[in-house]
């Protein structure tokens, strides 16, 4: 039962920890990405957390705990990745996605 609980609430952060990743306007600047308009990050943040909360409410802390570490990771891969516009638009040209030409070693 844990183990559900717990890819439950991971499903539920999933949503909002993409929101906040495609929506950061300092991401978007980095990749060159136009800005986007009115950003709703305090709603992306209570969807984030929430799933957290209502485990610790029903009393599943091992499941929290899973879902805290599930939660970390899943936002580390969300945010290593390069924007799929970004990635579809150096393709294009030739490139390598997701790396900076001003970080090229071989360049030095």
Same mark, same amino acid.
């Given at each position: ?92 040209? #030739? #490139? ?13």
């Amino acid at each position: 039962m844990t183990a559900i609980l717990t890819l439950v609430a991971v499903a539920a952060t999933l949503p909002g920890l993409s929101y906040l990743t495609a929506s950061d306007p300092k991401r978007r600047r980095a990749f060159g990405l136009q800005p986007r308009g009115r950003r709703f990050a305090g709603l992306a943040w209570v969807l984030v957390f929430l799933p957290g909360a209502a485990l610790l409410a029903a009393g599943e802390g091992a499941a929290f705990v899973m879902w805290l570490g599930a939660a970390t990771v899943l936002g580390w891969l969300i945010a290593a990745r390069a924007p799929v516009s970004r990635v579809a638009e150096v393709r294009k040209r #030739g #490139g390598t996605a997701g790396k900076r030409p001003d970080m090229n070693i071989n360049s030095v």
